[in-house]
């Protein structure tokens, strides 16, 4: 069961507010639970799940946005 | 299915990764928080229920302290999620905190929260602490006819950090602001020395001091 991801396989409210904080570029999940207010345990999750989808690439420094991440929050607020 | 065991203090926490009301958590997802991981025997059921209610309003007071909390059950998701939107519709409140569905009992085994003699089929009352390193550090367990005492989870995480950061150990009964005990010297010379100190010492093995 993901929490980020809904089951037709968009990212949710959660998932989508995780994609905003990393808009300004990688980011750990440490930076991202403190520029997102979530809680840290619910960002790895999160990233994880999102990372799965295809949304973000989890690299060695952090978790940096994909072209279908960036696309999505372009066109949402 | 794993033979039952129960985690010992000190040791490090038994590895998960769950399904829960808010999505697939790993224990490791907890790294460098402190967590405390709580069983209870069945949704919609009246002691639990005043349970949550009394979880979910410490909950503040744990982030306060770094501290997540982490629900368990033999229970499906969906009757999770039906149980929480049911208290927060009847008694007003929200459970903020993820509750693992434990259907298979692979973490309650691992965890040692079926115990026999109460329940072939659910979870005893059990409490455990593990701190940001994901070591076990305190464990509670509780009947299923008796519900568990927030003020003493919340004591024992302040006793706990209390002990951490200052190198101390705390009395009985102890509460934030109380004097604690400084460790007992393990030398005649240490034990001689620890006289002239200046803490409040019954004796040489038992010295109290202010924080």
Known sequence: M????????????????LLHALKSGAKSPEGVAQDSGLPLFRV???LRELAQAGFVDPKADGYELLPAGRELISSSP | MEEARFPRLGDPAPDFEAVTTQ???????????????FSH????????TTEFIAFAEIYGELKKR??????????????HIAWVRNVEEKMGVKIPFPIIADLDKVIATRYGMIHEGQSKTAAV??????DSSQIVRAMIYYPLTTGRNMAEILRL?????????HGVATPANWKPGDKVIVPPPNTQEMAEERLKQGYECKDWYFCLKKL
């Open chain 1, 2 to 17: 993901a929490a980020c991801i809904s089951p037709d396989g968009k990212p949710t409210q959660s998932g989508i507010k």
């Open chain 1, 44 to 46: 790895r999750s999160g």
């Open chain 2, 23 to 37: 999505g697939t958590i790993k224990l490791s997802d907890y790294k460098g928080t402190w967590l405390i991981l």
């Open chain 2, 41 to 48: 025997p069945a949704d919609f059921t009246p002691v639990c």
């Open chain 2, 66 to 79: 770094g501290v997540e909390l982490l629900g368990l059950s033999i229970d499906s998701v969906n009757s």
């Open chain 2, 125 to 130: 009352r059990c409490v455990f602490v593990i």
């Open chain 2, 157 to 165: 995480v302040d006793a706990l950090q209390t002990s951490d950061k």
